[in-house]
């Protein structure tokens, strides 16, 4: 049974950083971040392959960084430079295909609320 928990999210002010871990059981995955602001549509953060090829929106390149640790089955998203509109429940997931949609993943984390204060 393949299960996510994600973790790390938390209120920061503007310009401040957070790491977010996922741990994934069950397998090794490709894997990503997406993220959900309230009334908007789930938006695209960043994704890595199993052999470590990353991927990132537009919006966040330059300032996220993701990486895994095969090791300890984990996925972190290292985010720096926070902007108020970065705010919105993140939540990583996993599975057989590699991409920006969210449709190519099977298995999804509960998700972790970050919120960055102006």
């Known amino acids: 049974q393949v299960q996510l928990v994600d973790s790390g999210g938390e209120l920061v002010q503007t310009g401040g950083s957070l790491r977010l871990s996922c741990v994934v059981s069950g397998g090794t995955f490709n894997m990503g971040w997406f993220r959900q602001a309230p009334g908007k549509e789930r938006e695209f953060v960043s994704a890595i392959s199993r052999r470590g090829v990353k991927i990132y929106g537009g919006s966040v390149k330059g300032r996220f960084t993701i990486s895994r640790d095969n090791a300890k089955n984990t996925m972190y998203l290292q985010m720096n430079s926070l902007k108020p509109e970065d705010t919105a429940v993140y939540s990583c997931?996993?599975?057989?295909?590699?991409?920006?949609?969210?449709?190519?993943?099977?298995?999804w984390g509960q998700g972790t609320q970050v919120t960055v204060s102006s």
């Open positions: 997931a996993a599975g057989e295909r590699f991409g920006d949609s969210s449709q190519l993943y099977a298995y």
